[in-house]
């Protein structure tokens, strides 16, 4: 985090203004002023279909002090590659400036599901831009559906915990590792549990040259039931239970960028959770299922563990 | 010599656009090939995207085009119908790509050859479709699509069609302008509000419910609206070049005619022929080709078509359930006129099926022998079905 001063950097103008329409506690806005308060030169940003792209360009304003692009919800990858070629070309002839980074936001529903083709495509073409995706586990501009991301267990609308079916029955992909096998020079795994961690994280995406990627988990309050004042506690749990774990892959190499001293039982991150609500109901709770989220954790734990020490 | 998808490649080189994004689908692949062929040359300063759908093409022509760049693209049949959901998006961000649709059947079943039902699903798109009869107009279109997308009383996208296989693929002889005539003619795209300009930001995208979504429809309308004057003007310019001046709507022995063909594209040249030897025997034949279906040249239809003893219109693509495109067009520039011309639809050429000569002539004849009915009728089916005018 060498070069970086989180005091000097409040003072840089947010990418976005106030007075979008996000959610109070949706830690969208938090991870995109985040992301870009370190990125020095001009940016522009491509947005796929999602909440951050609805609440932050309701005509005729938008909350963007950047060049904003929204086309559709599963071309994000597309969009930006275009946009990234065009500026090769036309700064190749003296048109526009010469140094301007892309960064495209997409959640998860955006970038797991409906754009994973968009987004290798643009991947490995190799285009220069940082790919964001800000991952709530859900589609949450629709009402907190089950994506690919979701993890086992959650309770979304489109997988409800009911009387039969305890939530969703699925694992979440895991994005990041596919990404990783796309051999890209740099991919990035973290959450909102400390600012200067996304803000280092992203700052290197945009100044590594070629495709680059951050899977950065951000709370919905209303999907995830939690206070909206809770989203650094939840975030923290989620990196300290080790349920998501932080880390990069720099040039193929995995490194770990955060050991909690003492780990947390997935548990704690369960319960704070009303999305989990339905496994600690009394006389129906459902203790081998977060015994078995447990041993999900441990095991791709050791996974990860194993590729950063190789 | 050369072809229609050549005759397209070669106008692109001579463009010279700042980005192609395209995906490679039959009959249209023959553009990227030799426009990636260019630029792996280094005879244009192209950037070429390979993306790895239709979607993305389009998707990317969108983001090029919005940063100020000129951008153009081909596709055909289900790469067309798998861009789709941008065709509306790039028109509304008044995004003036050039495309060239080489027109295919939709599948399924899968079928190479040519009819018009890939493009016509896409006329509610907002963009401009020109439709070329042969490869010495798609090589011209190309020129005034350019010019015509990038007005700033247009910005709207151009399909600029041209039948496949049939135009497409076939040789025949193309005059072209010199590479410095070509850069004269097109200039340089100045956009006016490019999202690359990061020091006056703005935003393209955005979200907007019923407060604003009709008035930025409207503005797109008004843009189709203009096509008709600037478009007299461009290709009066380009026929000082050139000698060719296109109309929005190519009236063959139309005005003292008695008796009509109306159709689009290739399979007019053998309209044209026919309209000869019929005039050649006395029968007041003629025929008028649509160019333009959008924005479409209702009034100069319904003015030629005025007063005519009888009037054929000729779809390539059905509209199932419904008035094929083309005729539920003519029909309705011919509401207006207070005498009723008699009208018999037909549909003909699906999958790439051939209009022969004997084929036009029975239409003509139809009409001389006022012999009409109220459906649409099959032209060069295989079934006998004399009911519907099958062979």
């Known amino acids: 985090m060498a070069g970086i001063n989180l005091k ?303 | 010599m050369t072809s229609g998808n050549l005759a397209f490649a070669e106008a692109m080189r001579q463009v010279n656009p700042d980005v192609v994004a395209a995906y490679p689908i039959t009959p249209s692949t023959e553009i990227p090939v030799k426009f990636a062929e260019f630029v792996a040359n280094g005879m244009v300063d192209s950037e070429y995207v390979a993306v790895e759908s239709e979607h993305s093409a389009i998707t990317a022509c969108v983001g090029a085009s919005v940063s100020g760049a000129r951008v153009m693209t081909a596709s055909s049949a289900n790469g067309v119908a798998l861009m789709h959901e941008i065709f509306p998006i790039a028109a509304s961000f008044r995004a003036p790509i050039i495309f060239g649709l080489v027109n295919r059947s939709l599948g399924a079943p899968v079928n190479i050859h040519c009819d018009h039902s890939d493009s016509m699903p896409e006329r509610d798109s907002g963009w401009i479709q020109i439709y070329c009869e042969d490869a010495q107009e798609v090589y011209d279109s190309v020129l005034l699509a350019v010019r015509l997308a990038e007005h700033e009383d247009v910005l709207t996208p151009v399909f600029v069609c041209q039948d496949g296989f049939i135009t497409s693929h076939c040789y025949e002889p193309v005059e072209l302008l010199s590479d410095e005539t070509v850069k004269k003619f097109v200039g340089e795209r100045k956009a006016k509000y490019p999202l690359l300009d990061v020091d006056n930001p703005v935003s393209y995208g955005s979200f907007t419910m019923s407060e604003y979504y009709f008035e930025i429809k409207r503005t797109q309308i008004e843009g189709m609206n203009n096509v008709p004057r600037v478009y007299k003007e461009l290709t009066k310019e380009l026929a000082e070049y050139t000698g060719r001046e296109y109309p929005a709507l190519d009236a063959y022995r139309a005005e003292d005619a008695e008796y009509l063909i109306v159709i689009m594209s290739s399979a007019t040249g053998v309209v044209k022929d026919v309209v000869d030897e019929m005039r050649e025997r006395g029968v007041k034949a003629g025929c008028l080709r649509v160019r333009f279906f959008r924005p479409f040249p209702a009034e100069d239809l319904k003015k030629l078509a005025k007063g005519k003893k009888g009037v054929a219109v000729l779809d390539r693509s059905a509209s199932i359930g419904g008035t094929a495109p083309l005729a539920a067009e003519v029909k309705s520039a011919l509401y207006g006129l207070s005498e009723k011309v008699p009208l018999q639809e037909y549909l003909f050429g699906l999958g790439g099926r051939d209009l022969y000569p004997r084929d036009a002539e029975k239409v003509f004849s139809g009409l001389m022998e006022n012999d009409y009915s109220d459906t649409a009728r099959y032209i060069g089916l295989l079934e006998k079905d004399e009911e519907n005018g099958g062979n």
């Not at chain 1, 963007?64 to 559709?72: D, K, L, Q």
């Not at chain 1, 960064?103 to 970038?111: H, K, L, M, P, R």
């Not at chain 1, 089950?146 to 079916?165: E, F, K, Y």
């Open chain 1, 8 to 310: 000097e950097l409040t003072k840089k103008q947010n990418p976005l203004t106030e007075g979008h329409r996000m959610c109070p506690g949706c830690g969208a806005p938090t991870a995109v002023r985040q992301a870009l308060m370190a990125v020095e030169d001009p940016v522009v940003v491509v947005g796929a279909t999602g909440c951050l792209e609805v609440s932050t360009t309701v005509y005729p304003y938008s909350a963007w002090r950047v060049p904003f692009m929204h086309v559709a919800f599963e071309n994000a990858g597309a969009g930006v590659s275009g946009v990234e070629a065009a500026h090769r070309v036309l700064s190749r002839k003296g048109l526009v400036r010469e140094k301007i980074k892309f960064v495209a936001f997409g959640g998860d529903g955006g970038t797991y599901d409906i754009g994973l083709q968009s987004l290798s495509g643009a991947l490995e073409r190799g285009h220069d831009f940082t790919y964001i995706c800000y991952n709530n586990q859900g589609y949450m501009n629709t009402g907190a559906q089950r994506s690919s991301a979701t993890p086992i267990s959650a309770n979304a609308t489109t997988s409800p915990a009911g009387s039969a079916i305890p939530g969703k029955l699925q694992r979440a992909k895991n994005l990041t590792e596919i990404v990783a096998a796309h051999d890209i020079p740099y991919v990035a795994q973290t959450t909102l549990h400390d600012p200067m961690d996304l803000i280092a994280k992203v700052k290197r995406a945009v100044e590594t040259p070629g495709p680059a990627f951050v899977n950065v988990l951000v709370p919905c309050p209303l999907f995830w039931k939690i206070d909206s004042g809770d989203q650094m506690k939840v975030c923290k749990l989620a990196a300290d239970s080790r349920f998501w774990p932080v880390y990069e892959v720099i040039e193929g190499k995995h490194v770990l960028s955060y050991k909690p001293k003492t780990p947390v039982p997935l548990e704690d991150f369960l319960r704070a959770q009303g999305r989990y609500s339905h496994l600690f109901k009394k006389d129906r709770e459902r203790m081998d299922l977060v015994a078995q989220g447990q041993a999900d954790v441990d095991r791709e734990w050791e996974r990860l563990l194993k590729k950063c020490a190789g």
